[in-house]
Protein backbone atom coordinates (compact mmCIF):
# COMPACT_ATOMS: atom_id res chain seq x y z
CA UNK A 1 0.00 0.00 0.00
CA UNK A 2 1.38 3.59 -1.04
CA UNK A 3 2.22 5.90 2.13
CA UNK A 4 -0.65 8.06 1.07
CA UNK A 5 -3.00 6.48 3.78
CA UNK A 6 -0.22 5.32 6.01
CA UNK A 7 -1.33 6.95 8.89
CA UNK A 8 -5.03 6.00 8.88
CA UNK A 9 -4.10 2.16 8.58
CA UNK A 10 -1.83 2.56 11.55
CA UNK A 11 -4.24 3.30 13.46
CA UNK A 12 -5.23 0.01 14.83
CA UNK A 13 -9.19 -0.29 14.77
CA UNK A 14 -8.53 0.48 10.63
CA UNK A 15 -5.37 -1.52 10.28
CA UNK A 16 -4.30 -2.56 6.63
CA UNK A 17 -7.53 -5.07 6.37
CA UNK A 18 -9.71 -2.00 6.90
CA UNK A 19 -7.99 0.47 4.66
CA UNK A 20 -8.29 -1.81 1.95
CA UNK A 21 -11.76 -2.36 2.09
CA UNK A 22 -12.40 1.16 2.82
CA UNK A 23 -10.29 1.75 -0.72
CA UNK A 24 -13.06 -0.87 -2.42
CA UNK A 25 -16.10 1.34 -1.19
CA UNK A 26 -18.68 3.79 -3.19
CA UNK A 27 -19.89 5.84 -1.00
CA UNK A 28 -22.84 8.47 -2.25
CA UNK A 29 -23.13 11.67 -0.96
CA UNK A 30 -26.59 13.85 -1.43
CA UNK A 31 -25.85 17.40 -1.25
CA UNK A 32 -22.66 19.24 -1.84
CA UNK A 33 -23.15 22.07 0.37
CA UNK A 34 -21.54 22.85 4.25
CA UNK A 35 -21.99 19.06 5.07
CA UNK A 36 -21.50 17.92 1.80
CA UNK A 37 -18.66 19.87 1.26
CA UNK A 38 -17.09 18.51 4.26
CA UNK A 39 -17.61 14.81 4.21
CA UNK A 40 -16.84 14.41 0.38
CA UNK A 41 -13.11 15.73 1.28
CA UNK A 42 -12.65 13.25 4.17
CA UNK A 43 -13.94 10.91 2.00
CA UNK A 44 -11.99 11.25 -0.69
CA UNK A 45 -9.10 11.87 1.18
CA UNK A 46 -9.63 8.30 3.58
CA UNK A 47 -9.34 6.64 -0.06
CA UNK A 48 -12.91 5.63 -0.54
CA UNK A 49 -12.93 3.99 -4.12
CA UNK A 50 -15.62 6.08 -5.52
CA UNK A 51 -17.65 8.91 -4.66
CA UNK A 52 -21.02 9.93 -6.22
CA UNK A 53 -22.27 13.54 -5.63
CA UNK A 54 -25.46 15.03 -6.40
CA UNK A 55 -26.87 18.54 -5.92
CA UNK A 56 -29.00 20.97 -7.69
CA UNK A 57 -27.67 24.53 -6.47
CA UNK A 58 -24.73 26.50 -7.48
CA UNK A 59 -22.09 28.08 -5.71
CA UNK A 60 -22.68 32.09 -4.25
CA UNK A 61 -20.91 34.12 -2.37
CA UNK A 62 -22.33 33.25 0.71
CA UNK A 63 -21.45 29.84 0.55
CA UNK A 64 -17.77 30.54 1.24
CA UNK A 65 -17.87 31.16 5.02
CA UNK A 66 -18.32 27.18 5.41
CA UNK A 67 -18.40 25.36 2.05
CA UNK A 68 -14.75 24.21 2.22
CA UNK A 69 -14.78 22.60 -1.37
CA UNK A 70 -15.28 26.19 -2.93
CA UNK A 71 -13.15 29.17 -3.79
CA UNK A 72 -14.08 32.43 -5.03
CA UNK A 73 -14.01 31.55 -8.76
CA UNK A 74 -17.06 29.03 -8.18
CA UNK A 75 -19.29 31.74 -7.09
CA UNK A 76 -18.33 34.44 -10.00
CA UNK A 77 -18.98 31.62 -12.32
CA UNK A 78 -22.28 30.48 -10.64
CA UNK A 79 -20.45 26.91 -10.84
CA UNK A 80 -23.02 24.35 -9.53
CA UNK A 81 -21.63 22.98 -6.86
CA UNK A 82 -21.84 19.34 -7.99
CA UNK A 83 -19.26 20.46 -10.70
CA UNK A 84 -17.11 22.70 -8.26
CA UNK A 85 -16.83 19.61 -6.01
CA UNK A 86 -15.75 17.56 -8.91
CA UNK A 87 -12.89 19.39 -9.60
CA UNK A 88 -11.61 20.37 -6.30
CA UNK A 89 -12.02 16.36 -5.12
CA UNK A 90 -10.08 15.48 -8.34
CA UNK A 91 -7.51 17.88 -7.43
CA UNK A 92 -7.29 16.20 -3.58
CA UNK A 93 -7.21 12.68 -4.78
CA UNK A 94 -7.07 11.64 -7.91
CA UNK A 95 -7.10 7.81 -7.30
CA UNK A 96 -10.77 8.45 -6.03
CA UNK A 97 -13.42 8.19 -8.82
CA UNK A 98 -15.56 10.71 -8.75
CA UNK A 99 -19.00 11.15 -10.25
CA UNK A 100 -21.15 14.36 -9.80
CA UNK A 101 -24.72 14.82 -11.06
CA UNK A 102 -26.30 18.73 -11.02
CA UNK A 103 -29.77 17.89 -10.13
CA UNK A 104 -32.23 17.00 -8.08
CA UNK A 105 -32.11 14.15 -5.70
CA UNK A 106 -35.82 12.69 -6.78
CA UNK A 107 -36.79 9.14 -5.35
CA UNK A 108 -36.10 7.75 -8.93
CA UNK A 109 -32.64 9.45 -9.42
CA UNK A 110 -31.59 8.10 -5.87
CA UNK A 111 -33.12 4.50 -6.69
CA UNK A 112 -30.85 4.84 -9.76
CA UNK A 113 -27.78 5.64 -7.90
CA UNK A 114 -27.95 3.50 -5.13
CA UNK A 115 -26.96 0.61 -7.55
CA UNK A 116 -23.67 -0.92 -6.41
CA UNK A 117 -23.26 1.88 -3.55
CA UNK A 118 -22.18 0.66 0.41
CA UNK A 119 -22.59 3.84 2.37
CA UNK A 120 -24.87 7.19 1.56
CA UNK A 121 -23.72 10.30 3.61
CA UNK A 122 -26.89 12.56 4.04
CA UNK A 123 -25.47 16.24 3.30
CA UNK A 124 -28.94 17.63 2.11
CA UNK A 125 -30.46 20.23 3.44
CA UNK A 126 -34.24 19.46 4.05
CA UNK A 127 -36.31 16.64 5.38
CA UNK A 128 -37.95 15.84 2.12
CA UNK A 129 -35.11 14.27 0.82
CA UNK A 130 -33.83 12.67 4.01
CA UNK A 131 -36.86 10.69 4.37
CA UNK A 132 -36.52 9.58 0.81
CA UNK A 133 -32.87 8.53 1.22
CA UNK A 134 -34.00 6.50 4.32
CA UNK A 135 -36.61 4.52 1.92
CA UNK A 136 -34.26 4.02 -0.06
CA UNK A 137 -31.68 2.60 2.18
CA UNK A 138 -34.24 0.48 3.75
CA UNK A 139 -35.75 -0.95 0.22
CA UNK A 140 -31.55 -1.45 -0.87
CA UNK A 141 -30.32 -2.80 2.87
CA UNK A 142 -27.35 -0.10 2.14
CA UNK A 143 -26.72 2.44 5.52
CA UNK A 144 -26.75 5.76 5.76
CA UNK A 145 -26.00 8.38 8.54
CA UNK A 146 -27.87 11.58 9.23
CA UNK A 147 -26.13 14.61 9.45
CA UNK A 148 -27.67 18.18 10.05
CA UNK A 149 -26.95 21.41 11.73
CA UNK A 150 -28.03 25.34 12.13
CA UNK A 151 -26.83 28.12 13.89
CA UNK A 152 -24.32 26.40 16.33
CA UNK A 153 -26.61 23.25 17.20
CA UNK A 154 -25.60 20.10 15.46
CA UNK A 155 -26.97 16.33 15.61
CA UNK A 156 -26.12 13.07 14.00
CA UNK A 157 -27.33 9.75 13.86
CA UNK A 158 -26.47 6.53 12.01
CA UNK A 159 -29.00 4.13 10.38
CA UNK A 160 -28.36 0.64 9.27
CA UNK A 161 -30.79 -1.66 8.07
CA UNK A 162 -32.35 -4.70 10.21
CA UNK A 163 -30.07 -3.36 13.64
CA UNK A 164 -30.96 0.25 13.96
CA UNK A 165 -34.58 1.99 14.13
CA UNK A 166 -34.67 3.98 11.15
CA UNK A 167 -35.30 7.82 10.83
CA UNK A 168 -39.31 7.36 9.91
CA UNK A 169 -39.17 5.08 13.30
CA UNK A 170 -38.28 8.56 15.03
CA UNK A 171 -40.05 10.87 13.35
CA UNK A 172 -42.89 9.16 12.54
CA UNK A 173 -43.40 12.18 9.56
CA UNK A 174 -42.03 15.29 7.90
CA UNK A 175 -41.04 17.77 10.66
CA UNK A 176 -42.00 21.28 10.09
CA UNK A 177 -39.17 22.77 8.19
CA UNK A 178 -39.84 26.29 9.62
CA UNK A 179 -38.57 25.19 12.32
CA UNK A 180 -34.58 25.52 11.08
CA UNK A 181 -34.93 28.10 8.70
CA UNK A 182 -35.81 30.99 10.99
CA UNK A 183 -33.26 30.51 13.67
CA UNK A 184 -30.62 32.49 12.30
CA UNK A 185 -27.49 31.80 10.56
CA UNK A 186 -24.86 28.95 10.90
CA UNK A 187 -21.73 28.68 11.86
CA UNK A 188 -18.78 26.61 10.12
CA UNK A 189 -17.54 25.04 13.38
CA UNK A 190 -21.00 23.59 13.42
CA UNK A 191 -20.67 22.14 10.27
CA UNK A 192 -17.39 20.52 10.89
CA UNK A 193 -18.56 19.26 14.27
CA UNK A 194 -21.31 17.68 12.55
CA UNK A 195 -18.81 16.38 9.34
CA UNK A 196 -16.41 14.83 12.05
CA UNK A 197 -19.79 12.79 13.48
CA UNK A 198 -20.48 11.58 10.06
CA UNK A 199 -16.95 10.61 8.64
CA UNK A 200 -16.59 9.05 11.51
CA UNK A 201 -19.16 6.42 11.63
CA UNK A 202 -18.31 6.45 7.53
CA UNK A 203 -15.27 5.79 8.24
CA UNK A 204 -16.33 2.29 10.63
CA UNK A 205 -19.00 1.24 8.01
CA UNK A 206 -16.45 1.14 5.35
CA UNK A 207 -13.94 -0.45 7.34
CA UNK A 208 -16.91 -2.75 8.66
CA UNK A 209 -16.01 -2.65 11.84
CA UNK A 210 -19.79 -2.89 12.41
CA UNK A 211 -19.05 -3.25 16.33
CA UNK A 212 -18.12 0.19 16.59
CA UNK A 213 -20.62 1.74 14.76
CA UNK A 214 -22.41 4.36 17.28
CA UNK A 215 -26.08 3.44 18.26
CA UNK A 216 -27.32 6.55 19.29
CA UNK A 217 -28.11 9.98 18.08
CA UNK A 218 -25.72 13.00 18.91
CA UNK A 219 -26.42 16.51 19.36
CA UNK A 220 -24.54 19.50 20.43
CA UNK A 221 -24.28 23.10 20.68
CA UNK A 222 -20.68 24.57 20.60
CA UNK A 223 -21.80 27.59 21.68
CA UNK A 224 -24.04 26.83 24.58
CA UNK A 225 -21.48 24.19 25.26
CA UNK A 226 -24.29 21.55 25.36
CA UNK A 227 -23.49 17.70 24.56
CA UNK A 228 -25.96 15.24 24.63
CA UNK A 229 -26.63 11.78 23.34
CA UNK A 230 -29.94 9.95 23.24
CA UNK A 231 -29.99 5.87 22.64
CA UNK A 232 -32.43 4.96 19.85
CA UNK A 233 -32.74 1.63 20.17
CA UNK A 234 -36.56 1.57 21.79
CA UNK A 235 -37.51 3.70 19.18
CA UNK A 236 -37.69 0.62 16.55
CA UNK A 237 -41.22 0.50 15.27
CA UNK A 238 -42.18 -2.89 13.65
CA UNK A 239 -45.61 -1.33 12.33
CA UNK A 240 -43.31 1.20 10.39
CA UNK A 241 -43.55 1.70 6.74
CA UNK A 242 -40.18 2.46 5.55
CA UNK A 243 -38.80 -0.68 8.15
CA UNK A 244 -41.29 -2.91 9.58
CA UNK A 245 -43.01 -5.68 8.61
CA UNK A 246 -45.35 -4.25 6.00
CA UNK A 247 -43.30 -1.42 4.91
CA UNK A 248 -44.82 0.30 1.83
CA UNK A 249 -41.77 3.21 1.69
CA UNK A 250 -44.11 5.59 1.21
CA UNK A 251 -41.42 8.42 0.62
CA UNK A 252 -40.61 6.44 -2.64
CA UNK A 253 -44.10 7.22 -3.98
CA UNK A 254 -44.21 10.31 -6.93
CA UNK A 255 -47.43 11.06 -5.07
CA UNK A 256 -45.59 12.43 -1.91
CA UNK A 257 -43.36 14.21 -3.50
CA UNK A 258 -43.46 17.90 -4.49
CA UNK A 259 -42.99 19.52 -7.63
CA UNK A 260 -42.31 22.89 -5.90
CA UNK A 261 -40.62 24.04 -2.87
CA UNK A 262 -39.55 26.45 -0.17
CA UNK A 263 -35.96 26.47 0.00
CA UNK A 264 -34.52 26.67 3.94
CA UNK A 265 -33.93 30.08 4.79
CA UNK A 266 -33.01 31.29 1.07
CA UNK A 267 -36.41 33.32 -0.30
CA UNK A 268 -35.89 30.49 -2.91
CA UNK A 269 -38.44 28.30 -4.64
CA UNK A 270 -37.96 25.19 -6.27
CA UNK A 271 -39.96 24.23 -9.41
CA UNK A 272 -39.35 21.15 -11.13
CA UNK A 273 -41.41 20.31 -14.10
CA UNK A 274 -42.84 16.84 -13.77
CA UNK A 275 -40.79 15.21 -16.58
CA UNK A 276 -37.01 15.69 -16.51
CA UNK A 277 -36.20 17.62 -19.82
CA UNK A 278 -33.49 18.63 -21.90
CA UNK A 279 -33.12 22.30 -22.15
CA UNK A 280 -31.65 24.25 -25.27
CA UNK A 281 -30.18 27.10 -23.67
CA UNK A 282 -28.94 29.48 -26.48
CA UNK A 283 -32.68 29.00 -28.14
CA UNK A 284 -33.71 30.78 -24.61
CA UNK A 285 -31.47 33.19 -23.89
CA UNK A 286 -32.18 34.84 -27.40
CA UNK A 287 -35.60 35.04 -27.10
CA UNK A 288 -35.23 36.35 -23.27
CA UNK A 289 -32.49 39.05 -24.39
CA UNK A 290 -35.36 39.71 -27.81
CA UNK A 291 -37.97 40.88 -24.92
CA UNK A 292 -35.44 42.60 -22.82
CA UNK A 293 -34.58 40.33 -19.82
CA UNK A 294 -30.66 40.69 -18.20
CA UNK A 295 -29.90 36.56 -18.83
CA UNK A 296 -26.32 35.43 -17.95
CA UNK A 297 -24.63 31.89 -17.98
CA UNK A 298 -22.53 29.07 -18.19
CA UNK A 299 -23.09 25.86 -19.65
CA UNK A 300 -25.10 24.42 -16.85
CA UNK A 301 -27.41 27.51 -15.76
CA UNK A 302 -29.35 30.68 -17.01
CA UNK A 303 -29.31 33.20 -14.99
CA UNK A 304 -32.41 35.82 -15.79
CA UNK A 305 -33.09 39.02 -13.86
CA UNK A 306 -36.59 40.14 -13.91
CA UNK A 307 -37.59 43.22 -11.46
CA UNK A 308 -38.11 41.28 -7.68
CA UNK A 309 -36.84 38.14 -8.59
CA UNK A 310 -34.02 36.40 -10.32
CA UNK A 311 -35.09 33.01 -12.21
CA UNK A 312 -32.01 30.41 -12.45
CA UNK A 313 -32.89 27.38 -15.12
CA UNK A 314 -30.82 24.15 -15.29
CA UNK A 315 -30.47 21.71 -17.91
CA UNK A 316 -33.32 19.33 -16.98
CA UNK A 317 -35.62 22.24 -16.53
CA UNK A 318 -36.11 22.41 -13.09
CA UNK A 319 -36.08 26.42 -11.81
CA UNK A 320 -34.44 28.53 -8.71
CA UNK A 321 -36.83 31.23 -8.10
CA UNK A 322 -34.67 33.72 -5.72
CA UNK A 323 -36.63 36.32 -3.87
CA UNK A 324 -39.72 34.94 -3.13
CA UNK A 325 -40.71 32.44 -0.76
CA UNK A 326 -44.65 32.29 -2.48
CA UNK A 327 -45.45 28.87 -4.32
CA UNK A 328 -47.82 30.07 -6.68
CA UNK A 329 -45.82 33.12 -7.52
CA UNK A 330 -42.91 31.08 -8.33
CA UNK A 331 -44.88 28.58 -10.41
CA UNK A 332 -46.33 31.75 -12.38
CA UNK A 333 -43.04 33.23 -12.86
CA UNK A 334 -41.38 29.27 -14.56
CA UNK A 335 -44.34 29.32 -16.24
CA UNK A 336 -44.08 32.94 -17.60
CA UNK A 337 -40.89 32.04 -18.80
CA UNK A 338 -41.21 28.34 -19.80
CA UNK A 339 -44.47 28.25 -21.16
CA UNK B 1 -38.29 16.42 40.87
CA UNK B 2 -37.22 16.25 37.34
CA UNK B 3 -35.14 17.98 35.09
CA UNK B 4 -36.32 19.13 31.48
CA UNK B 5 -33.72 19.87 29.58
CA UNK B 6 -34.11 22.06 26.04
CA UNK B 7 -31.59 22.26 23.01
CA UNK B 8 -31.27 24.71 19.60
CA UNK B 9 -34.14 27.14 19.29
CA UNK B 10 -36.04 26.14 22.61
CA UNK B 11 -33.46 26.65 25.11
CA UNK B 12 -33.71 30.44 23.44
CA UNK B 13 -37.60 30.31 23.53
CA UNK B 14 -38.03 29.27 27.29
CA UNK B 15 -34.50 31.44 28.02
CA UNK B 16 -33.12 28.61 30.09
CA UNK B 17 -31.07 25.51 29.50
CA UNK B 18 -33.35 23.43 31.68
CA UNK B 19 -36.21 23.61 34.22
CA UNK B 20 -36.78 21.97 37.41
CA UNK B 21 -40.31 20.78 38.08
CA UNK B 22 -42.19 17.85 39.24
CA UNK B 23 -43.61 16.31 36.05
CA UNK B 24 -43.59 12.75 37.33
CA UNK B 25 -47.05 10.79 36.56
CA UNK B 26 -47.50 12.77 33.15
CA UNK B 27 -46.47 11.27 29.75
CA UNK B 28 -44.18 13.13 27.53
CA UNK B 29 -47.43 13.78 25.18
CA UNK B 30 -48.75 15.67 28.37
CA UNK B 31 -45.76 17.34 29.33
CA UNK B 32 -45.35 18.70 26.05
CA UNK B 33 -48.61 19.78 25.92
CA UNK B 34 -48.15 22.02 28.98
CA UNK B 35 -44.55 23.12 28.18
CA UNK B 36 -46.67 24.69 24.48
CA UNK B 37 -49.08 26.00 27.14
CA UNK B 38 -46.25 27.83 29.40
CA UNK B 39 -44.03 28.80 26.85
CA UNK B 40 -45.34 29.08 23.07
CA UNK B 41 -43.00 26.12 22.27
CA UNK B 42 -44.11 23.83 19.68
CA UNK B 43 -43.22 20.24 20.06
CA UNK B 44 -45.57 18.39 17.62
CA UNK B 45 -42.37 16.94 15.64
CA UNK B 46 -39.85 17.45 18.42
CA UNK B 47 -38.02 14.30 19.55
CA UNK B 48 -38.14 13.74 23.27
CA UNK B 49 -35.41 11.75 25.38
CA UNK B 50 -35.50 10.29 29.00
CA UNK B 51 -32.48 9.62 30.67
CA UNK B 52 -30.64 9.84 27.39
CA UNK B 53 -32.94 7.41 25.69
CA UNK B 54 -35.44 7.83 23.14
CA UNK B 55 -38.74 8.64 24.83
CA UNK B 56 -42.43 8.01 22.84
CA UNK B 57 -45.36 10.26 23.17
CA UNK B 58 -47.16 7.73 26.03
CA UNK B 59 -44.04 6.95 27.98
CA UNK B 60 -44.55 7.90 31.71
CA UNK B 61 -42.28 10.08 33.83
CA UNK B 62 -41.04 8.90 36.83
CA UNK B 63 -40.08 10.95 39.61
CA UNK B 64 -36.50 11.84 39.22
CA UNK B 65 -36.05 11.16 35.34
CA UNK B 66 -34.45 13.72 33.18
CA UNK B 67 -36.37 14.82 30.25
CA UNK B 68 -34.80 16.52 26.92
CA UNK B 69 -36.55 17.52 24.09
CA UNK B 70 -34.42 17.54 21.12
CA UNK B 71 -35.56 19.36 17.77
CA UNK B 72 -34.73 17.70 14.40
CA UNK B 73 -32.95 20.24 12.56
CA UNK B 74 -32.52 20.40 8.82
CA UNK B 75 -29.91 22.63 7.67
CA UNK B 76 -26.69 20.81 5.58
Request: hydrophobic content about 40%.
Amino acid sequence: MSERYSRQALFPPIGKVGQEKIRSKHVLIVGAGALGSGNAELMARSGAAKLTIIDRDYVEESNLQRQQLFAESDALDKMPKAAAAEKRLKQINSEVEIRSIIGDATPEKLEELAEGVDLILDSTDNFETRMTINDISQKFNIPWIYGACVGSFGMSMTIIPGKTPCMNCLLKKIPIQGMTCDTGGIIAPAVQMVVAHQAAEALKILAEDWEAVRTAMVSFDLWRNQYTSMKVSKAKDEGCLSCGTERTYPYLQPENMMKSTVLCGRDTVQIRPPKEQEIEFAEIARQLKALGYQVKGNPYLLSIEMEEQRLVLFKDGRALIHGTKDLAQAKSIYQRIMG
Amino acid sequence: MNKIMFFAHLRDRVGEESLTKDVSGKTISELKQMLEENYGLKLDSVMAAVNEEFASDDEVIQAGDTIAFIPPVSGG
